[in-house]
């Protein structure tokens, strides 16, 4: 196979990828945002959380919420827990790196928050253990895995939305998981601002 025929062979799998899910996820998504939009007019919050990519993700989330999408709107809550490079140290090292996200969600989470956990294998422990202490405080979850859902499949509560990428690729469960971002963030602002 020549490198050309390579490249698109990445761009014909992401495609198909995102044609899954787009079937699978699209009224999933609509949920999640209408919980999201639940929860910010109640004066609530969206912690979200992940390792690696996903902690890129959580971060990337974090900041089209805190910032903008991509229309002017006030700065609607939402926390990355994989950016206090202090906290994320100190609980690893004083503790165990699975409580990284646990801790800081026992200690910013409340009742009516929103807990946004991004696993792409579904198996990440410190996003499990999150998952445990959002539940514990009140919050439901938001969980964003892919393959079979991994452990967090079945953590969940019927209150909670798990948008499972129904792929086995890691990259591309990476890549619909920013798309599912980006259509949470768009459907947030066109339910608070409006539009086309």
Known sequence: MDLIARVQGHFLESI????????????????AAERMVACLMNEGKVLACGN???????????????GRFEKERPGLAAISLATDTS????????????MVFSKQVRA??????????L????????????????HERGMQVIALTGKDGGKIADLLSPE??????????TARIQEVHILLIHALC??????????E
């Open 16 to 31: 198909s990828a995102k044609e899954q899910a787009m079937e699978l996820l699209s009224p999933l998504v609509a949920a």
């Open 52 to 66: 690696g990519g996903s902690a890129a993700d959580a971060q990337h989330f974090a900041a089209e919420m805190v």
């Open 87 to 98: 906290a994320l140290t100190a609980i690893g090292n004083d503790y165990d790196f699975d």
């Open 108 to 117: 910013l989470g409340h009742a009516g928050d929103l807990l946004l956990a």
């Open 119 to 134: 696993s792409t294998s579904g198996n990440s422990a410190n996003v499990i253990e999150a998952i445990y202490a959002a």
């Open 160 to 169: 909670d939305i798990h948008l499972n990428v129904p792929v086995s690729r």
């Open 186 to 195: 768009d459907a947030l602002d066109y339910m608070l601002l409006g539009g």
